[in-house]
Protein backbone atom coordinates (compact mmCIF):
# COMPACT_ATOMS: atom_id res chain seq x y z
CA UNK A 1 0.00 0.00 0.00
CA UNK A 2 1.15 3.54 -0.49
CA UNK A 3 1.06 6.51 1.48
CA UNK A 4 -1.58 8.68 1.59
CA UNK A 5 1.05 11.42 0.68
CA UNK A 6 1.40 9.79 -2.48
CA UNK A 7 -1.69 9.46 -3.34
CA UNK A 8 -3.09 11.45 -7.01
CA UNK A 9 -4.22 14.94 -6.09
CA UNK A 10 -4.63 16.12 -9.92
CA UNK A 11 -6.69 13.71 -12.17
CA UNK A 12 -8.60 12.99 -15.27
CA UNK A 13 -11.31 10.21 -15.92
CA UNK A 14 -11.65 9.84 -20.12
CA UNK A 15 -13.93 7.79 -21.81
CA UNK A 16 -15.49 7.16 -25.16
CA UNK A 17 -18.40 9.68 -26.10
CA UNK A 18 -21.57 7.60 -27.21
CA UNK A 19 -21.02 6.82 -30.98
CA UNK A 20 -17.90 8.37 -31.05
CA UNK A 21 -14.10 6.49 -31.31
CA UNK A 22 -12.60 9.61 -29.47
CA UNK A 23 -11.65 9.28 -25.51
CA UNK A 24 -12.77 12.82 -24.16
CA UNK A 25 -12.59 13.74 -20.47
CA UNK A 26 -15.84 13.32 -18.38
CA UNK A 27 -14.65 13.80 -15.22
CA UNK A 28 -11.57 15.88 -13.23
CA UNK A 29 -10.04 16.91 -9.66
CA UNK A 30 -11.30 20.24 -10.48
CA UNK A 31 -15.49 20.64 -11.86
CA UNK A 32 -16.28 24.07 -12.95
CA UNK A 33 -19.98 24.63 -14.33
CA UNK A 34 -20.21 27.28 -17.01
CA UNK A 35 -22.56 30.13 -16.78
CA UNK A 36 -24.81 28.15 -19.19
CA UNK A 37 -24.42 25.33 -16.78
CA UNK A 38 -22.15 23.14 -18.99
CA UNK A 39 -19.33 21.25 -16.57
CA UNK A 40 -16.02 22.13 -17.64
CA UNK A 41 -13.39 19.62 -16.18
CA UNK A 42 -9.34 20.38 -15.53
CA UNK A 43 -6.69 18.83 -13.69
CA UNK A 44 -5.30 22.43 -13.06
CA UNK A 45 -6.77 22.07 -9.58
CA UNK A 46 -5.76 19.97 -6.66
CA UNK A 47 -8.46 17.93 -5.39
CA UNK A 48 -8.78 17.99 -1.72
CA UNK A 49 -7.61 13.78 -1.12
CA UNK A 50 -8.86 12.19 1.53
CA UNK A 51 -6.46 10.35 3.68
CA UNK A 52 -8.27 7.53 5.20
CA UNK A 53 -7.40 4.20 3.08
CA UNK A 54 -10.27 2.93 1.46
CA UNK A 55 -12.61 5.69 1.81
CA UNK A 56 -15.32 6.43 -1.75
CA UNK A 57 -15.57 9.84 -3.08
CA UNK A 58 -18.90 10.66 -4.70
CA UNK A 59 -18.98 13.18 -7.41
CA UNK A 60 -22.57 14.78 -7.87
CA UNK A 61 -22.83 16.19 -11.24
CA UNK A 62 -26.21 17.35 -11.29
CA UNK A 63 -26.42 20.99 -12.51
CA UNK A 64 -26.76 23.36 -9.34
CA UNK A 65 -30.17 24.92 -8.59
CA UNK A 66 -28.63 28.13 -8.41
CA UNK A 67 -28.21 27.74 -12.89
CA UNK A 68 -31.84 26.44 -12.87
CA UNK A 69 -33.27 29.61 -9.96
CA UNK A 70 -31.44 31.79 -12.24
CA UNK A 71 -32.62 30.98 -15.74
CA UNK A 72 -36.25 30.61 -14.54
CA UNK A 73 -36.42 33.80 -13.10
CA UNK A 74 -34.47 36.20 -15.05
CA UNK A 75 -36.33 34.73 -17.82
CA UNK A 76 -39.56 35.25 -16.45
CA UNK A 77 -39.04 38.31 -14.72
CA UNK A 78 -37.49 39.63 -18.04
CA UNK A 79 -40.17 38.58 -20.26
CA UNK A 80 -43.48 39.62 -18.11
CA UNK A 81 -41.28 43.19 -17.56
CA UNK A 82 -40.93 43.57 -21.34
CA UNK A 83 -44.17 42.66 -22.33
CA UNK A 84 -46.11 44.60 -19.66
CA UNK A 85 -43.91 47.33 -20.86
CA UNK A 86 -44.68 47.40 -24.06
CA UNK A 87 -48.32 46.71 -23.28
CA UNK A 88 -48.34 50.08 -21.79
CA UNK A 89 -46.97 52.07 -23.83
CA UNK A 90 -49.83 50.46 -26.58
CA UNK A 91 -52.63 51.97 -24.54
CA UNK A 92 -50.96 55.06 -23.50
CA UNK A 93 -49.38 54.26 -19.84
CA UNK A 94 -45.60 55.16 -20.70
CA UNK A 95 -45.29 56.26 -17.17
CA UNK A 96 -46.21 52.98 -15.52
CA UNK A 97 -43.97 51.30 -18.01
CA UNK A 98 -41.45 53.05 -17.26
CA UNK A 99 -41.83 52.36 -13.41
CA UNK A 100 -42.46 48.50 -14.81
CA UNK A 101 -38.79 48.60 -15.90
CA UNK A 102 -37.08 50.07 -13.26
CA UNK A 103 -39.34 47.41 -10.71
CA UNK A 104 -38.51 44.86 -13.28
CA UNK A 105 -34.36 45.20 -13.55
CA UNK A 106 -34.39 45.39 -9.81
CA UNK A 107 -36.17 42.53 -9.36
CA UNK A 108 -33.65 40.46 -11.33
CA UNK A 109 -31.11 41.97 -9.48
CA UNK A 110 -32.51 40.52 -5.97
CA UNK A 111 -32.69 37.15 -7.65
CA UNK A 112 -29.62 37.27 -9.08
CA UNK A 113 -27.95 38.51 -5.57
CA UNK A 114 -30.26 35.13 -4.17
CA UNK A 115 -27.83 32.86 -6.73
CA UNK A 116 -24.47 34.47 -6.23
CA UNK A 117 -25.31 33.91 -2.40
CA UNK A 118 -26.07 30.25 -3.32
CA UNK A 119 -22.88 29.74 -4.95
CA UNK A 120 -21.44 31.31 -1.89
CA UNK A 121 -23.16 29.33 0.75
CA UNK A 122 -21.53 26.09 -0.41
CA UNK A 123 -18.00 28.16 -0.77
CA UNK A 124 -18.50 27.54 -5.00
CA UNK A 125 -16.73 31.87 -5.68
CA UNK A 126 -15.71 30.88 -8.99
CA UNK A 127 -19.02 30.43 -10.07
CA UNK A 128 -20.98 33.33 -8.28
CA UNK A 129 -18.95 36.08 -9.99
CA UNK A 130 -21.06 36.07 -13.20
CA UNK A 131 -24.26 36.55 -11.08
CA UNK A 132 -22.90 39.06 -8.88
CA UNK A 133 -21.50 41.02 -12.27
CA UNK A 134 -24.79 40.47 -13.69
CA UNK A 135 -26.94 41.51 -10.18
CA UNK A 136 -24.51 44.59 -9.78
CA UNK A 137 -25.24 45.38 -13.92
CA UNK A 138 -29.19 44.67 -13.31
CA UNK A 139 -29.23 47.28 -10.12
CA UNK A 140 -27.35 49.99 -11.82
CA UNK A 141 -29.33 49.58 -14.81
CA UNK A 142 -32.63 49.87 -12.68
CA UNK A 143 -31.11 52.93 -10.81
CA UNK A 144 -30.18 54.51 -14.09
CA UNK A 145 -33.80 54.49 -15.78
CA UNK A 146 -34.91 55.79 -12.38
CA UNK A 147 -32.49 58.60 -11.88
CA UNK A 148 -33.24 59.20 -15.37
CA UNK A 149 -37.55 59.44 -15.16
CA UNK A 150 -37.11 61.20 -11.99
CA UNK A 151 -35.16 63.74 -12.49
CA UNK A 152 -33.94 64.43 -16.12
CA UNK A 153 -36.99 63.93 -17.77
CA UNK A 154 -38.96 65.64 -15.02
CA UNK A 155 -36.77 68.65 -15.33
CA UNK A 156 -37.10 68.98 -18.92
CA UNK A 157 -40.59 68.79 -18.66
CA UNK A 158 -40.77 71.61 -15.82
CA UNK A 159 -38.16 74.11 -18.45
Given at each position: HQQPALDPVRFELHGLEEGESKMAVHGASDLFVSDAGEFRF??????????????????????????????????????????????????????????????????????????AGGFVAVQRYRESFPAWGLALGNAALSALLAFRETFIVQQTLTV
Open positions: SSKNKYDTPTERGRMEKFDYRVPWQYGFRLLSVNIIGIITLASAALCGVVGLQFLGKQLLVVGTFTAALCLVVV
